[in-house]
């Protein structure tokens, strides 16, 4: 039997079932309780999320991620959120009134382009069953440039010296 499937997440999975003792001709009506096994990982809707930021995100930035699924009830559903070490992202986990955890990326320190540009991630979702089943999923956040460097001379005082009869559109300097 495939609680799952029978009885979705309802917590109490209870099957009826009618026998019918023919030599006595009595008729038992039973009911049986299906308990859930952790048969589960929790699951994410894709392999990575891809997240675009701008480098002049603020730091406090909350990114919405999708949630896990687990169709398991109880303790062998999803019961937790973790996000891999780093120095840029932290994760908020929320409750709902249903129930069902939601995750929040957040940037904790502000990003710059220059410095790295793509910043690699891995959130895991766990069950609380036994075994513990988890998964995950790779988050890969693209940082976009921002108009936050002012230009760079090489020197600060460039002299040049032109003919006067130099022709309309000569070169001058280059400046690299």
């Known amino acids: 039997i495939d ?8 917590i109490q999975c209870l099957l009826k079932v009618e026998i019918l003792i023919e030599y006595t001709v009595k008729l038992y009506v039973i009911e049986i309780e299906i308990q859930d096994i952790n048969d589960n990982s929790p699951t994410f809707p894709d392999q990575e999320i891809l997240i675009k930021c701008s480098e002049s995100t603020s730091p406090g930035t909350r990114f919405i ?11 062998n559903s ?15 986990v929320q409750t709902g009134n249903n129930g069902v955890k939601y995750a929040k ?7 710059d382009r220059e410095e790295q540009d793509v910043h690699h ?38 002299k040049v010296e032109v003919l006067e009869n130099s022709p309309a559109g000569t070169v001058v300097l280059i400046i690299r």
């Open 3 to 10: 609680r799952d499937q029978l009885c979705k997440k309802i």
């Open 78 to 92: 999803l019961q937790s959120y973790r996000l891999s070490a780093n120095k840029h992202f932290a994760l908020d």
């Open 105 to 111: 990326l957040i940037l904790e320190k502000s990003l």
């Open 65 to 75: 991620l999708p949630d896990a699924h687990d169709p398991d009830v109880g303790i």
């Open 121 to 158: 991630l891995v959130l895991t979702a766990t069950d609380g069953g036994d075994p513990v089943r988890s998964s995950t999923v790779q988050i890969r956040v693209i940082v976009l440039d921002a108009n936050d460097n002012a230009p760079m001379f090489t020197q600060s005082v460039y």
